[in-house]
């Protein structure tokens, strides 16, 4: 077969695919969430002042940074499955979470005396975010990347990493229902390690695993 023959098959092939592999995605998702959801209301649970808690500018951020990254990450994620993805608009939408979550760090600096700022970055629960937003993440990314498996990844370590964003936002999503540390100065510490483990082993699965 020429080259320019390959070219033309390879695109029809995308064409084809583009539907089914956003189904893929979206099941692989809807699934790893489900699992991780009942890992979480049968081992971990809400926090006991949930109630209470969820009326709280602070309680709600943390939904709004993980959402954020979330949906940013997803879009992403869906767009590498193709083997037409040229990264570019969702890779920068990536950093509307990391903003957010800046300013409200910094707005915490300022709306606390400094005596304050290491207690409220330290948190009573450092540890067990960090092993709880990992094991909540586990399911969504083994799913996403089997998902990932069914595309045609061109970036697979990209693609990796941002399917461990997503599984970690999930992960953290579920996590900040049950974790009692509210400042977005313990958010932006302990939440962003725990993304950062997570990346890097969607990194390293999809170097192992997602290459043509």
């Not at 890992?39 to 109630?51: S, T």
Request: include cysteine; charged fraction near 10%.
């Amino acid at each position: 077969m020429k080259t320019d023959d390959l070219i033309g098959a390879l695109a029809a092939d995308a064409g084809t695919v583009s539907e089914p592999i956003d189904r893929t995605m979206w099941f692989a998702t809807a699934g790893g969430t489900i699992l991780a959801a009942i890992f979480f209301f049968v081992a971990i649970g809400l926090r006991p002042d949930f109630a209470t808690a969820i009326e709280t500018p602070r309680f709600l951020f943390k939904y709004v940074f993980t959402l954020t990254l979330l949906v940013s990450a997803m879009g992403l994620v869906l767009h590498l499955a193709r083997p037409e993805a040229v990264p570019g608009a969702w890779v920068k939408a990536l950093v509307a979470a990391p903003v957010l979550l800046a300013l409200a760090a910094t707005a915490e600096l300022f709306a606390l005396p400094s005596s304050e700022w290491l207690p409220h970055l330290v948190g009573t629960n450092a540890l067990v975010c960090l092993v709880l937003i990992p094991t909540l993440s586990v399911a969504p990314l083994i799913a996403l990347i089997l998902a990932l498996r069914q595309g045609a990844p061109t970036h697979p370590v990209l693609a990796g990493a941002t399917a461990g964003l997503v599984a970690a936002a999930i992960g953290a999503t579920l996590y900040a229902s049950h974790c009692q540390d509210d400042s977005p100065l313990f958010v932006a510490t302990w939440y962003v390690i725990a993304v950062a483990i997570m990346a890097l082993l969607g990194a390293v699965l999809g170097s192992r695993f997602l290459r043509w």
